[in-house]
C-alpha cells in the first residue's frame, strides 16, 4: 500500500518544502520508492528536482481551483502514482491544494517554529486539519507536528517539546536551523547523511515510519 505523507501549513516559510525533500531523500537512501508530488504553484519543489541531484522523481501537480472535477483529478493523478511514499508538498495558504492535500493522505506534517508566534500559526493548521478530518469521517491523516528552524539559541528552541506540547499532537524529532539544510537544496542536494541535520531529518524519518505502521 502506497503511503501518502502531506506537508500542510497555512503559515509560509515554516519549511515544508525542505522537510519535504529531505524526508524523501532518506525515504528513498533507505531503499523505498518515493515520489514527490508538488502541489505548490511556485513550484519550488520542482525547481530544486529539475537540479538533477535528488534520488526520487518530483512530478509537478498543480491543484488551483476548487472546483470538484479538477480536485478529482488531483486526487486521482497522486492515488495513480507507483511509491512505497509519495510525499505532497503544499503551498503554505489555505486554498484548494490545502484541502485536497489534508483530504488524501495518511499523515499530514505541519513544520513549526519554537516561538509563541509560531506556535499561533501551527495552532491554526492543527485545528483546521482536525475540522478536515472530521469532516471526511475516514479518521484520517494523523498529525506529527515537525519543529522546523529550531533555534537552539533560544529558550523555546532548546526546550521545544515542551514549547509545543500545548498543541496537544504528536512532536516529530526536531530540524535544527542550520546553514547547511539551507545550503543543500539551494545546490540542488538533500542535507548529507552523515552531518548532524542529516541525522535530524532520520530520526524524522524513522518517527514518520512508526507513525505509518500504526495507522
Ligand atoms: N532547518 C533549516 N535550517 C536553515 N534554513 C532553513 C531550514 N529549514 C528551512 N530553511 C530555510 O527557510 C526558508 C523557508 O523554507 P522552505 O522554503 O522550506 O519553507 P516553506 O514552508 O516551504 O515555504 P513556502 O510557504 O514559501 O513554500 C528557506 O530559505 C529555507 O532554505
Ligand atoms: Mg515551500
Not at 481551483?65 to 486521482?76: F, G, L, M, P, S
Not at 508566534?117 to 484520517?140: M, N
Request: net charge neutral; glycine share 10%; hydrophobic share 50%.
Amino acid at each position: 500500500m502506497t503511503k501518502l505523507i502531506g506537508l500542510a501549513s497555512t503559515k509560509g516559510g515554516v519549511g515544508k518544502t525542505t522537510i519535504c525533500l529531505n524526508l524523501a531523500a532518506v525515504l528513498a537512501r533507505g531503499g523505498a520508492r518515493v515520489a514527490v508530488m508538488d502541489a505548490d504553484p511556485a513550484a519550488h519543489a520542482t525547481a530544486v528536482g529539475e537540479m538533477g541531484q535528488l534520488p526520487f522523481p518530483v512530478v509537478p501537480q498543480l491543484l488551483e481551483e476548487v472546483e470538484a472535477k479538477a480536485v478529482a483529478a488531483w486526487t486521482k493523478a497522486v492515488r495513480a502514482t507507483q511509491a512505497d511514499y509519495v510525499v505532497i508538498d503544499a503551498p503554505g495558504a489555505l486554498g484548494a491544494a490545502f484541502g485536497a492535500v489534508v483530504a488524501i493522505v495518511d499523515l499530514a506534517l505541519i513544520p513549526v517554529g519554537a516561538s509563541m508566534l509560531d506556535i499561533r500559526g501551527a495552532a491554526e493548521t492543527v485545528g483546521i486539519v482536525r475540522r478536515h478530518r472530521k469532516a471526511g469521517g475516514r479518521g484520517r491523516p494523523d498529525i506529527l507536528v515537525v519543529p522546523s528552524r529550531v533555534d537552539r539559541r533560544t529558550g523555546s528552541g532548546r526546550d521545544v517539546v515542551g514549547t509545543l506540547a500545548g498543541l496537544t499532537e504528536p512532536v516529530a524529532p526536531a530540524i535544527t536551523l542550520r546553514a547547511v539544510v539551507a545550503d543543500s537544496l539551494s545546490s540542488g542536494e538533500p542535507v548529507p547523511a552523515e552531518t548532524p541535520s542529516g541525522q535530524e531529518f532520520s530520526a524524522l524519518a524513522e518517527a514518520v515510519r512508526i507513525r505509518l505502521e500504526t495507522l
